[in-house]
């Protein structure tokens, strides 16, 4: 995918990929020690076991927050992703939850992989 965004000179540069158990804890325990308290830090990083990227099947591009939806980047996302079976988790208009993350997007089994 990355090298037919390439074609259309849209760079899409990986921010996080595959997380374990415990990385995904140490990045919660991070925002907590920086003074985010566990309800608001929850919004934005999935406890640990709850989290995406233990799937191994989750990236999160590069700038991994909301600036990220104003780049060439997440245009192109948008109109191609689909192709390569790649779709937003948590897009703007999902209700309740998680809140907008642009930056990160899932494989999914959509059988027409290139
Ligand atoms: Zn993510």
Known sequence: ???EALKAGVHLEVDSGFRSYR???QVLEKAM???VS?????R???PP???EHITGRVVDFSPSDLTFSRTAAYAWLRANA???CFGESY???RAGGFSWEPWHWRHEDCGTDR
């Open 1 to 3: 995918m990355a090298s």
């Open 23 to 25: 990385y995904q804890k």
């Open 33 to 35: 020690a920086d003074g």
């Open 38 to 42: 566990f309800d608001v830090a929850v």
């Open 44 to 46: 934005w990083i999935a």
């Open 49 to 51: 076991g709850y989290s």
């Open 82 to 84: 689909s192709f390569f």
């Open 91 to 93: 897009p703007e208009t």
